[in-house]
């Protein structure tokens, strides 16, 4: 073979070559610990390499190429090449590579001959000798031969069963325990290749081809087994010694032995037990055939668990098994097997790749049971008012049937109830409704009991064929498309399923009517016809009898389709300034209906969006006049038919001749009118006919018909005529002019100057009609050109303050409200457009004397405003309010009403003093003044109510005494002040000097008075007040307080002065107010409290007291005082309690006694204070608040 001298790393990459991308990298292809590897063959360009397949095919793979080639144990594969060449291993990427190599200078190839024994050892084929590498079948051992081949006999290929048989593991897939006792023998074969190390490598035949067979077979299967062309004999080179036995070798020997061992000990496989036989199911349950103790098994190193396969035949006992369950475990139970069937079971015991035979078989008969479930009921023949079915026996599962029982609903959807019992398979069931559904199921019996019933299965009794139903009515039409609906015939049953056929004809095809739809809907859509095209239709009702009779037949048609756009318009003609003629064509389909209008539309400019109808008719042309001089246009047409609208055509663009200017618009007025000239202006025309405007020409006339003047020509749009009279119409005209000439006059404008004020009215004529009342009337002034619009009239009570109290066009006017007896001033003054005249000459009048008028102010007098004090404030009302206008004649008196309808009348006064009035009562006063003509009117009502009586002081007492506070509490009410209360109470004490000083002021009814002195007495008296004013003090009271008592001691200080005894002290405190100070000293016991000591002083000696106890004390100050000769005591709280443990202190050496800081750390039981008690309860709260959180979090949200 011709191979280029190359290194290994000068070959192509694994990416370059073909093959390896249609073999995916599998992990044992990258792990070169597994039990299966892939090993790549390398096939230089040039070089070809042959194989045999499984079907006995010679496959030649050129260069160049990977070959992916599966190694059974990891070993490389023998790769036979030509003389000169040698084959080498290299990784890459954790995979293992062959390739070919040349030899060099230094190399000599060495073949090993063919062992004596092997008799196979063929020549190779001629072809084979310079271009192909040979791979060969794997041997018995898993391991690959170097630089020879042989050919193996033919094997005989194994069924399931004889393979199961013989103990074959190629049908068998390994487990993971299988795996693990190879591994643990791989180990100890690697354990033993390592102490060959150093010995001499002498070279070994290879395995006989018997052993090859046995491991194609039981190893690998035929998947696995692969034969390669056989080479022929190689010359062997001896150079140096010889090789070596083969470690792996030696490792597959050494398995075969373990295996061998396996497979002495599974010989003694029992068969299976059989027990708790049912009818469907059984236990079995066998024996290990060999015992695994402390990881041995007989001498042999501990291997994977027992496998058992357990097979089964219903078909006797050299029938055909089947494998049901492959495990480790020695029960099994048999499920879903068939009632009163005998079965064949054996059972095949393997451990790791070593099988046993199969055991003895071992038979059993399932027990009897009820029969199966039946089929459904066959009909075999209905009449409108029977159904006559028949059914099929079930399975009897080894008892005879005995019975059917046959049940139906009775055509009502009801429960199920027997209608048949009996042996037959056959029923007739009759005196049934007409077209009527029945539900029928069926079950089976035997001595065993009956079988679940059967599926639920429906029939119906026959009927007549349905009347013929409605004719289809169109509800929508299409262009290719017809919406049908049509009505159930009249007569049906409510309850029959009915089915329509409709159908269609189309005159023109000559096929008459088809088909299109069958189904239970009363309607439907009839798709893919012809536009505007018409179609004949009719509906049959169909049942499970028959056919009905076709409806009426009835026609309709098909809406025609829209048309295509018109062509392009353009013009016919010449094109004239303002106006063109438009043409167009037909469109080329009509839509299939006949056009019959068109639309044209224009639009002005070139890029314009708005477009406008011009022409909306039949015909294919149109005269559009009116329009702009060189201005430029665009057309587009549509059309539309019965089918709808058609796409507007493509745009046609044209533009008109130039022509004279257009009309201007008239001329208005600029700024304000003057009475003697008038300022104009005007726009251009909306065309200038294509040309630039050179000039305008403005023309006046008074009258509209009279002699034009030209008061104006030039280029301007503005223009002031001069010297016209005030108040006087005028008309003009203007127009435009250009190039192509001048255009038609604007239409007339008639324009009025200014007018003038009117003249200086007359003095007003006055009458009096009564006291408050005048009518004032004048004459119109002259207008002065233009008519007065208003009048201004001014009225006042002085000549120099008047002001306007009319504005109208009216020429008189009724002025009311007027004060009697009062002379007043009055003017005119007329206004017009032009503005306002001058006022005229003044006028003057005086109203007559009335009665007085209203008092407006009235109120009520408090008390202070009085001169004197009211004779009782609670039965009397000070009013008092202000004179009113006397009219023209003086007031006399005043008339006051109250109370009901009581009126009294006083002289001219403005105040006064109701008496003899109820206390805390509403009042209703008005008054009215009066003169010589009569009584004016009543001012307005004054609310007021007469005060109420004060209240009496209540009952005052002490609810509560102290040393330093006094609690008072008065009256019935609550504690709390009420909002509503109106009642206020003022709480007063004497202080030193025997004055009553108030310390409390509202609504409450209890005060603590605080900071008093101890064992004093003071005096109390109470006020109520109210609105309606004080009440009276009530009698004083006295009060005194209590003795205060001593304060809380600190914890006393225990001391151990000599052996056995300890010193209680505690601090002193000062005699209170002359009293003595005693002190009590308790000692504390589980039975209870024992007070050791009692008197003045601050310090006791203890004694008497238990070793190995614990001692506490606490210590009470108390006061001794005299009351009434009698001697009392007023004890304080106790002082904290102060611990001590007496075992500590005995045992202690004297040189060793604790200090008294050491002994004052030995004290606890302390009370805790408030602020720490707090402090607990915070921190308390706040960890369970925390524990909340924590369970919310994980229990709720998480």
Not at 390 to 402: E, I, M, Y
Not at 485 to 508: F, K, R, V
Not at 511 to 525: A, C, D, Q, T, V
Not at 1127 to 1144: K, M
Request: with cysteine; charged share 20%; aromatic share 8%.
């Amino acid at each position: 073979m011709n191979i280029p001298n190359m290194m290994a790393d000068q070959l192509p990459s694994l990416e370059a070559t073909t093959l390896l991308s249609e073999v995916p990298i599998l992990p044992h292809m990258l792990n070169p610990d597994s039990a299966q590897q892939v090993i790549l063959v390398q096939v230089n360009p040039g070089e070809t390499f042959t194989i045999r397949t499984d079907d006995g095919h010679i496959q030649c793979i050129p260069g160049p190429a990977h070959v992916p080639m599966m190694s059974p144990n990891g070993s490389m594969p023998p790769i036979f090449v030509p003389p000169g060449y040698m084959s080498q291993v290299v990784e890459e990427n954790g995979v293992r590579k062959v390739i070919v190599l040349p030899h060099t200078a230094e190399f000599h190839h060495s073949v090993t001959p063919a062992p004596p024994h092997l008799t196979h050892y063929l020549q190779p084929h001629p072809t084979m000798l310079h271009h192909y590498h040979v791979y060969p079948a794997i041997p018995g051992n898993g391991e690959l031969p170097y630089h020879f081949m042989h050919q193996p006999a033919l094997q005989h290929i194994y069924t399931e069963q004889e393979a199961m048989a013989l103990g074959r593991s190629s049908l068998i897939p390994r487990d993971e325990r299988t795996l693990k006792m190879q591994e643990h023998l791989r180990k100890r074969l690697k354990d033993k290749q390592l102490g060959f190390s150093n010995s001499n490598k002498l070279s070994s035949p290879p395995l006989s081809p018997y052993k090859m067979h046995h491991e194609g077979q039981n190893g690998y299967g035929k998947g696995h087994l692969m034969t390669a062309m056989p080479p022929r004999p190689m010359k062997p080179k001896y150079i140096g010694r010889t090789r070596s036995t083969s470690p792996a070798e030696d490792e597959s020997s050494e398995s075969e032995v373990e295996v061998k061992r396996v497979e002495d000990h599974l010989v003694n496989i029992s068969k299976p037990t059989i027990s708790d036989i049912q009818s469907r199911t059984a236990v079995l349950s066998w024996h290990s055939p060999v015992n695994i103790q402390n990881g041995e098994l007989n001498g042999t190193p501990a291997a994977p668990s027992i496998t058992f396969d357990v097979m089964l035949s219903n078909s006797g006992r050299d029938g055909s098994y089947k494998s049901i369950y492959t495990g480790k475990e020695l029960t099994f139970t048999l499920r879903d097997l068939q009632p009163a069937t005998e079965y064949h079971v054996r059972l095949l015991a393997s451990c790791g790749s070593a099988r046993s035979p199969l055991s003895d078989v071992a038979s059993f008969k399932t027990e009897c049971c009820e029969p199966d479930v039946p089929a459904v009921p066959k009909l075999f023949n209905r009449t409108k008012n029977s159904l006559f079915l028949q059914w099929k026996a079930p399975t009897d599962n080894g008892l005879k049937l005995t019975g059917y029982v046959l049940e139906f609903d009775e055509g009502k959807g009801s429960p199920f109830k027997m209608c048949y019992s009996g042996p037959l398979k056959q029923y007739k069931l009759s005196k049934l409704s007409p077209l009527t559904r029945y539900s029928f199921r069926l079950a089976a019996k035997n001595d065993a009991g009956m079988s679940n019933f059967s599926k639920v299965v429906t029939y119906s009794t026959a009927g007549s064929v349905p009347p013929a139903p409605g004719p289809p009515q169109l509800s929508r039409a299409g262009v290719t498309w017809l919406s049908l609906e049509w009505s159930a015939p009249t007569g049906s049953c409510g309850d029959e399923a009915l089915t329509y056929i409709l159908e269609m004809e189309e005159e023109a095809t000559g096929y008459g009517f088809k088909p299109k739809h069958n189904g239970e809907g009363l309607s439907f859509i009839v798709r893919g016809l012809r536009r505007s095209t018409s179609y004949k239709f009719r509906v049959l009702a169909c049942n499970s009898e028959g056919k009905s009779h076709s409806s009426e037949v009835v026609e309709y048609s098909t809406i025609p389709d829209k048309p295509d756009a018109p062509s392009r318009p353009s013009t016919k003609g010449r094109i004239h300034a303002r106006c063109l003629k438009i043409v167009w064509d037909p469109p080329n389909d009509d839509g299939g209906a006949v056009v019959n209008k068109y639309v044209l539309e224009m639009s002005g400019g070139l890029n314009g969006n708005k477009w406008d109808t011009v022409y909306n008719g039949s015909l294919r042309e149109h005269l559009c006049d009116h329009l702009t001089p060189g201005t430029w246009y665009r057309f587009r047409v549509y059309c539309m038919s019965s089918g709808g609208q058609s796409q507007v055509s493509e745009v046609f663009v044209v533009q008109t001749a130039a022509a004279p200017p257009g009309q201007c618009q008239p001329l208005c007025l600029v700024g304000r009118t003057q009475p003697r000239e008038l300022p104009l202006q005007w726009v251009a025309p909306s065309s200038n006919g294509g040309s630039a405007i050179t000039e305008y020409t403005v023309e006046i006339c008074e009258k509209e018909n009279g002699k034009r003047v030209q008061i104006y020509q030039g280029p301007e749009t503005e223009f002031t005529a001069n010297n016209l009279l005030p108040g006087q119409t005028y008309c003009f005209w203007v127009k435009a002019s250009n190039q192509a000439g001048s255009g038609p006059f604007s239409d007339v404008s008639q324009i009025s100057t200014a007018p003038e004020p009117p003249d200086q009215c007359l003095p007003p004529y006055l009458s009096v009609r009564t006291a408050t009342c005048v009518v004032a009337s004048w004459e119109a002034p002259a207008c002065n050109g233009a008519e007065v619009r208003e009048y201004r009239l001014e009225w006042g009570i002085a000549e120099g303050c008047m002001q306007v109290i009319y504005t109208g066009s009216s020429l008189s006017f009724e002025v009311k409200g007027l004060i009697p007896a009062t002379a007043y001033f009055c003017r005119v003054q007329a206004i017009n457009v032009a503005g306002a005249g001058l006022f005229g000459k003044v006028a003057t009048v005086t109203t007559m004397a009335s009665v007085p008028g209203v008092i407006s102010i009235f109120e009520n007098l408090d008390e202070e405003h009085l001169p004197s004090p009211l004779p009782c404030p609670f039965t009397c009302l000070a009013v008092q309010w202000q004179e009113p206008c006397c009219n023209g004649c003086d007031i006399t008196g005043y008339n006051i009403e109250f109370g009901e309808q009581q009126l009294i009348s006083i002289e001219r006064v403005t105040t006064c003093v109701l008496e003899n009035l109820q206390p805390d009562t509403m009042y209703r006063i008005r008054v009215q003044a009066v003169n010589s003509i009569g009584a004016g009117p009543f001012s307005q009502v004054l609310k007021t109510k007469t005060k109420a009586l004060p209240p009496d002081p209540p009952h005052l007492e002490c609810a509560a005494f102290g040393h330093q506070s006094l609690k008072l509490r008065w009256g019935e009410g609550p504690s709390k002040p009420l909002l509503t209360s109106s009642t206020q109470y003022c709480l007063q004490m004497e202080d030193r000097y025997g004055r009553f000083v108030c310390i409390y002021s509202g609504p409450c009814h209890t005060y603590k008075v605080q900071r008093l002195s101890e064992s004093t007495a003071y005096h109390f008296r109470i006020q109520a007040q109210s609105a309606s004013g004080e009440g009276l003090f009530s009698h004083v009271y006295t009060f005194s307080t209590t003795k205060s008592p001593p304060p809380q001691l600190k914890a006393p200080k225990v001391q151990k002065s000599e052996e056995n005894v300890f010193e209680v002290t505690w601090e002193p405190l000062q005699p209170m107010r002359g009293d003595v100070i005693v002190y009590a000293l308790q000692l504390l016991t589980g039975r209870g409290t024992e007070q050791v000591y009692k008197g003045p002083e601050t310090s006791f000696a203890f004694r008497g007291f238990p070793l190995s106890s614990e001692l506490r004390f606490r210590v009470g100050a108390g006061r001794q005082y005299k009351e009434n000769g009698i001697t009392q005591e007023l004890w304080g709280q106790y002082s904290p309690i102060s611990t001590i443990f007496t075992q500590q202190q005995s045992t202690l050496p004297k040189e060793t006694m604790p200090t008294a800081c050491e002994e004052h750390s030995l004290f606890r039981g302390t009370p805790i204070s408030d602020e720490q008690c707090a402090l607990l309860l915070l921190l308390g709260f706040a960890l369970i608040a925390v524990l909340f959180a924590v369970v919310i979090q994980y229990f709720v949200i998480k």
